[in-house]
């Protein structure tokens, strides 16, 4: 059986700005609950997820600690008024999805980490979580293709930026969150092995070709990832540059549910009630984890171009995989993930259906 994490490791992992829980009596009850003997399996990139939604809460709710909340909430629950607390989740959830744009689902994973915060010290608000509504299911459960996805990408005026942002994702394999927070001018550094990646802006100023590394942390588990953006979408970056560079993120207009608000639009034109830029990911993953040379199937390539964690402990704990051999699997595999032909690539922001056929 696996050792529970240390104390001290979940710290390590937690931003600062949070790490002052870790004196709180209620907050150490938590984390023993998590990483005891008989749930091994708690991974550093899950707290390191976990802990800030906490953080987070308490900021909304104005509370001074996790004692406080848990004192709060059980005196509440004794005395069967409970209203306040249910209120204060559902302003919450309200607040992440329509402030701060997050996706019904992400800002419903916020709540459930609170729910089970509580449950550890036997609380139940008996609090109902909003719903994420039955087209999510049916949605991921879509698949698509290029040819909808190359529609998708038609239907969008030309030079619209929401084309480019389909362009990253289809290219990258990044969720919507992680390519609006993308920063031109970041410079990933890799401490372990002593690395630093260049930023994009360095990459779009002296253009080595066309295929720009990404690396980063993913924004939702803070998983380190390493992806690539291929020429359909970097020969735009390169080629208009002078009007990126001025900012830090690409996309600063806008938040992920405004993105989802446009491109709802898309999907109505193109009469797929099912069709999410979510899909959009699975397609990425479909693709470089499909047979390649040798028949050798990429599956954990794809994971980290993604940002999971790999799933099996062994392989998660040996695997290694530099900057040059993940490159290599992704210009091999780049002509599967084009949706114009070669010869069209720099005028994938321009191009109509009438220059296309």
Do not use: C
């Not at 040996?318 to 005028?347: C, H, I, M, W």
């Amino acid at each position: 059986m696996s050792e529970a994490l240390s104390i001290e490791q979940i710290r390590q992992v937690t931003p600062e700005s949070y790490r002052y829980l870790f004196g709180q009596q209620a907050f150490k009850k938590w984390i023993d609950e998590k990483t005891m003997i008989s749930s091994p399996d708690i991974r550093l990139s899950s707290m390191a997820l976990y802990i800030p939604r906490i953080g987070q809460f308490l900021d909304f709710a104005k509370l001074k600690s996790t004692d406080d909340f848990i004192q709060q909430v059980q005196y509440a629950v004794e005395s069967k008024d409970t209203k306040e607390w249910t209120e204060t989740l559902d302003n919450w959830f309200k607040q992440l999805v329509f402030k701060e744009g997050l996706t019904r689902k992400y800002a419903r994973e916020k709540i459930v980490t609170i729910i089970d915060f509580l449950s550890k010290f036997k609380i139940n608000l008996d609090y109902r979580l909003p719903s994420i509504g039955k087209a999510k299911t049916k949605a991921a459960q879509f698949e698509l293709t290029f040819d909808i996805l190359r529609e998708a990408v038609l239907s969008t005026p030309a030079n619209d930026p929401l084309r480019l942002f389909m362009l990253i994702m289809k290219d990258s394999g990044l969720s919507e969150m992680d390519v609006l927070n993308l920063d031109l001018n970041y410079r990933h550094h890799d401490p372990v092995n002593d690395r630093t990646y260049p930023s994009l802006a360095d990459q779009m100023q002296n253009p080595s070709s066309f295929y720009l590394t990404i690396a980063k942390n993913r924004y939702k588990t803070g998983v380190p990832t390493l992806t690539f953006l291929g020429p359909e979408s970097s020969y735009t970056l390169i080629t208009r540059r002078k009007y990126f560079l001025n900012e830090n993120r690409l996309f600063p207009w806008t938040t992920v549910r405004g993105v989802e608000k446009r491109f709802k639009t898309i999907k109505d034109v193109l009469g797929k009630p099912h069709l999410y830029l979510k899909s959009i990911r699975s397609l990425f993953d479909t693709t470089i984890e499909s047979p390649g040379e040798n028949g050798i199937i990429k599956t954990e390539i794809a994971e980290i171009m993604m940002g999971h964690e790999i799933s099996d402990q062994v392989r998660r704990a040996y695997l290694r995989y530099g900057p040059k051999p993940l490159e290599d699997v992704y210009v091999s595999k780049y002509n599967d993930l084009r949706l114009f032909p070669k010869s069209l690539e720099g005028q994938a922001m321009s191009l109509t259906r009438d220059q296309l056929s």
